[in-house]
């Protein structure tokens, strides 16, 4: 059998699938979709993470394929209806990368609330300018978790124990959740009017896009903050270049944009107070490890005919 491996995926869950009898593992990277079709035609599995798009001309193409296997949480990048109706098993590692997602969104809150890379920009150029880089404290501000999954709820934690107030807003967090981890359930408008800061962990869905856009800045305070890394999309791009550059919002950080990699002519590289990440989100040792080998397992399982975990 063939596992096509179509995007960087740790080492780790490789072996698992290289182990295995009959099982010939094949790693091309970088493939435009002409050169995946032709790939993928003898192949029984694909595994991707974001950057390969398996559209229904790769579902058609693939011939033998049973499963996709998705190194990560979104699956926004399959075309899940069409597997589904050519019976093609989709599948993905849903926790793997939970907590480096909810620490990146920390990190991006915290560089957004000291003017970290701006500084250190700053320096590096020569300058001392101390006076430029005044921020403000996390402690006693409200925190607006717009998506309270796993991700939302890991970041929802960390931010109590910086003694911020948080507020969660998702349609299925109920009272009694929002009481066991210490924070206020409200709905979108109450947390886009009093939050300081402000961060998506959505996914995005027709409900999702441009949740964050125009109507949305005018509820929020002037100066408050924006955390993305969730999807690209979530947060309109345009709307949030106004509010930046008219000072509706004093800071912003975006590790996902709606156009992967970012447009060299993007808006967005030239705004002020905006920190950018390239889908950095689940960027660490720890979580590329665990995501490869849950879905190597649940890959090697299903082509072994065994039963598996999600789809
Ligand atoms: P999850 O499924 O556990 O949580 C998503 C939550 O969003 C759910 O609780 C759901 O009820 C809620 N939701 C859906 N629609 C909503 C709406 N209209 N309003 C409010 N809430 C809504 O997912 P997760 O693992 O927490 O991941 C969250 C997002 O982060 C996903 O988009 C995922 O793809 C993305 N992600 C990004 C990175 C990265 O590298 N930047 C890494 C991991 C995950
Ligand atoms: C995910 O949905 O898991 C993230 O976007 C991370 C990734 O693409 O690997």
């Given at each position: ?10 080492l ?66 399959i ?18 990368n ?19 890379p ?38 929802a ?29 409200t ?13 998506v ?53 975006l ?19 905006l ?18 080998i849950?879905?190597?397992?649940e ?13």
């Amino acid at each position: 059998m063939k596992v096509l491996v179509a995007d960087d995926i740790s080492l780790l869950g490789l072996q698992k699938l290289d182990n295995l009898a009959d099982t010939e593992v094949v790693v091309r990277l970088g493939m435009t979709e002409a050169e995946l079709m032709e790939e993928v035609k003898d192949a029984d599995a694909l595994l991707v993470r974001s950057q390969t798009k398996v559209t229904p001309a790769v579902l058609d193409a693939g011939r033998k394929l049973h499963v996709v296997g998705r190194a990560g949480v979104g699956v926004d990048n399959i075309d899940v209806g069409h597997a589904t109706k050519r019976g093609v098993i989709v599948i993905n590692a849903p926790d793997g990368n939970t907590i480096a997602a909810a620490e990146h969104t920390f990190a991006m809150m915290m560089s957004i609330a000291r003017y970290i890379p701006l500084a250190h920009q700053s320096v590096t150029a020569g300058e001392w300018k101390r006076k430029d880089f005044v921020g403000v404290e996390l402690l006693g501000k409200t925190l607006g978790v717009i998506g309270m999954g796993r991700i939302g709820t890991e970041v929802a934690t960390r931010a109590r124990a910086f003694k911020m107030k948080v507020f969660g807003y998702d349609p299925f967090l109920t009272e009694e959740r929002a009481g066991e981890l210490g924070i206020v359930k409200t709905d979108l408008e109450r947390a886009l009017r009093e939050a300081d800061f402000i961060t998506v962990h959505t996914p995005l869905t027709k409900d999702t896009r441009h949740l964050i856009g125009t109507e949305a800045f005018e509820l929020m305070k002037t100066g408050v903050r924006i955390v993305n890394c969730a999807r690209g999309g979530i947060i309109d791009e345009a709307a949030l270049c106004v509010a930046l550059e008219n000072g509706k919002v004093a800071g912003a950080a975006l590790d996902v944009f709606e156009s992967e990699p970012l447009p060299a002519n993007s808006p967005l590289r030239n705004a002020k107070n905006l920190i950018l990440t390239p889908h950095l989100g689940a960027s660490t040792l720890e979580a590329q490890e665990q995501v490869a080998i849950s879905v190597a397992e649940e890959v090697a399982n299903i082509l072994a005919g065994k039963p598996f975990k999600n789809a």
